[in-house]
């Protein structure tokens, strides 16, 4: 199942959005996100925000098919990379909060989608050229995962109190969100596209997609004072699943 058009993918990702909030599933949260994203794309079309729009409506498709698929070969418990494997199975996880679900997606879809799509749409040649837009769809969603953060420190108190005072779990979250991960996308689809010149495409994106799916376990917090925060925020974050995506499509 695949969008041909924007507005393809925008219905696509509703109807992953609902069934999430069916299923009480928090895969809903990064669709939720995404969806929005889409949007942000869509209303910046023709307003010279892109420096080519139809290059950017195109990248746009493919990047969210690379979502949109992963998400129907989980749910048919077919074949996936493995940073969306991982992403999708710790959405089981009840101990993570909202952001770290919205991040583990944000961790496969740019450190590893990204840059594939971006070599879908340029060459060897041309994709200096696609830097500046690039870069703008990044910022378009890591603005958002910003907005969210707010949006939830509004409604869940400790997790403002605990980000502030606890400088390495904020500077990680803000640190992945933004420049991080663009740069690191970046980068890659630069070695991608001369790798498929060299038809050595599948292997680089084989290592990309392991270095990717061990990144996500930095997204846990693993650390003992980190736990307890993140537990502290998780036993605040009232509501059921489907409340909080709508919580998210409601202020985004």
Same mark, same amino acid.
């Given at each position: 199942?695949?969008?041909?058009?924007?507005?393809?993918?925008?219905?696509?990702?509703?109807?992953?959005?609902?069934?999430?909030?069916?299923?009480? &599933?928090?895969?809903?949260?990064?669709?939720?996100?995404?969806?929005?994203?889409?949007?942000?794309?869509?209303?910046?079309?023709?307003?010279?925000?892109?420096?080519?729009?139809?290059?950017?409506?195109?990248?746009?498709?493919?990047?969210?098919?690379?979502?949109?698929?992963?998400?129907?070969?989980?749910?048919?418990?077919?074949?996936?990379?493995?940073?969306?494997? $991982?992403?999708?199975?710790?959405?089981?996880?009840?101990?993570?909060?909202?952001?770290?679900?919205?991040?583990?997606?944000?961790?496969?879809?740019?450190?590893?989608?990204?840059?594939?799509?971006?070599?879908?749409? @340029?060459?060897?040649? &041309?994709?200096?050229?696609?830097?500046?837009?690039?870069?703008?769809?990044?910022?378009?969603? !890591? &603005?958002? $995962?910003?907005?969210?953060?707010?949006?939830?420190?509004?409604?869940?108190?400790?997790? $403002?109190?605990?980000?502030?005072? $606890?400088?390495?779990?904020?500077?990680?979250?803000?640190?992945?969100?933004?420049?991080?991960?663009?740069?690191?996308?970046?980068?890659? !689809?630069? %070695?991608?596209?001369?790798?498929? %010149?060299?038809?050595? %495409?599948?292997?680089?994106?084989?290592?990309?997609?392991?270095?990717?799916?061990?990144?996500?376990?930095?997204?846990?917090?693993?650390?003992?004072? %980190?736990?307890?925060?993140?537990?502290?925020?998780?036993?605040?974050?009232?509501?059921?699943? @489907?409340?909080?995506?709508?919580?998210?499509?409601?202020?985004?």
């Amino acid at each position: 199942m695949e969008a041909k058009t924007i507005d393809e993918v925008i219905v696509l990702l509703e109807d992953i959005i609902q069934t999430s909030c069916d299923e009480e &599933s928090t895969i809903g949260y990064f669709a939720a996100l995404y969806q929005k994203v889409t949007i942000a794309v869509k209303e910046k079309l023709n307003t010279n925000y892109f420096d080519d729009d139809a290059r950017m409506e195109q990248l746009d498709i493919i990047f969210a098919n690379r979502y949109i698929v992963a998400y129907y070969n989980y749910k048919l418990g077919k074949k996936n990379t493995k940073s969306w494997e $991982v992403a999708f199975e710790l959405s089981k996880n009840n101990d993570l909060i909202v952001l770290q679900h919205l991040i583990l997606g944000m961790n496969a879809h740019i450190n590893l989608d990204l840059g594939i799509a971006a070599t879908e749409v @340029s060459d060897a040649s &041309s994709i200096q050229h696609l830097q500046a837009d690039f870069y703008k769809i990044n910022d378009l969603l !890591a &603005s958002l $995962v910003d907005d969210v953060k707010n949006d939830l420190s509004m409604i869940w108190r400790p997790l $403002v109190w605990i980000l502030k005072r $606890v400088k390495k779990i904020d500077n990680f979250l803000i640190n992945f969100s933004m420049g991080i991960a663009r740069d690191g996308a970046w980068k890659f !689809a630069n %070695e991608l596209v001369l790798e498929k %010149e060299n038809f050595n %495409e599948a292997q680089c994106t084989a290592l990309r997609d392991d270095k990717i799916a061990i990144l996500s376990e930095q997204i846990l917090c693993k650390g003992t004072l %980190e736990r307890i925060l993140f537990k502290i925020i998780k036993l605040t974050e009232w509501g059921s699943v @489907s409340h909080k995506i709508g919580f998210l499509r409601k202020k985004l």
